[in-house]
């Protein structure tokens, strides 16, 4: 059975530094063909997509974002960590992470719960 | 503000056909296949159509999709109210400049 499973603190301050642990379970990070992506929602409004790493290590960043996120995997523990810096409680929100899978285009096809994170002094 | 555009709420009876419309430009929608996911109440997103109109083992075959130039749609016949949810569209972008996954706002959907 595949899963993923977000984890990582509640309630974090303003100005610190977020760091967001998702283990998988049922697949590896080194299969070829997928990767892991981390989505927010913050509460009431839409998806919003962070960052993915694929198994060739291959990253990419949200534009308004970049210059705050660092995402990295463990292959050997099956998990990838999202960090972000300089955290403001507009950031309050569900973070996601997701499995990307596909043969000819991209999908997310499973998704963790989500963990709700809540920046506040 | 999401690059795809969504009606921001859908709602019909039980057993209708309803349409949520998803648009989006050439970068997105245009160049690349639209994937649907279905959010229930307090629940996480849940894949439902991907690569325009695949459903996963599972989705009922109430569920379809499609696509046609820079616009995607999601169709869902003999509504039920298990189907009461918020529904996202989303994409690959090839623009230089942006995310290279991009979400509609989402649709809420509510079954009258």
């Known amino acids: 059975q595949v899963t993923l499973k977000e984890s990582g603190p509640v309630l974090v301050k303003p100005t610190e530094t977020l760091t967001l642990t998702c283990t998988v379970s049922?697949?590896?990070?080194?299969?070829?063909?997928?990767?892991v992506s981390w989505i927010r929602q913050p509460p009431g409004k839409a998806l919003e997509w962070l960052a993915h790493?694929?198994?060739?290590?291959?990253?990419s960043y949200s534009t308004s974002l970049k210059s705050r996120l660092t995402i990295s995997k463990d292959t050997s523990k099956s998990q990838v960590v999202l960090t972000m810096t300089n955290m403001d409680p507009v950031d309050t929100a569900t973070y996601y992470c997701?499995?990307?899978?596909?043969?000819?285009?991209?999908?997310?096809?499973?998704w963790g719960r989500g963990t709700l994170v809540t920046v506040s002094s | 503000q999401s690059v795809l555009t969504q009606p921001p709420s859908a709602s019909g009876t039980p057993g209708q056909r309803v349409t949520i419309s998803c648009s989006g430009s050439?970068?997105?929608?245009?160049?690349?296949?639209v994937n649907w996911y279905q959010q229930l109440p307090g629940t996480a997103p849940k894949l439902l159509i991907y690569?325009?109109?695949q459903r996963p083992s599972g989705v009922p075959d109430r569920f379809s999709g499609s696509k046609s130039g820079t616009s995607a749609s999601l169709a869902i016949s003999g509504l039920q109210s298990e189907d009461e949810a918020d529904y996202y569209c989303?994409?690959?972008?090839?623009?230089?400049?942006?995310?290279?996954?991009?979400f509609g706002g989402g649709t809420k959907l509510t079954v009258l």
């Open positions: 050439s970068s997105n929608i245009g160049s690349n296949t």
């Open positions: 690569s325009n109109n």
């Open positions: 997701a499995r990307i899978v596909g043969a000819i285009s991209w999908y997310f096809d499973l």
């Open positions: 790493i694929f198994s060739n290590d291959e990253k």
């Open positions: 989303a994409a690959w972008d090839d623009s230089l400049n942006g995310p290279p996954w991009v």
């Open positions: 049922g697949f590896s990070l080194s299969n070829a063909r997928m990767g």
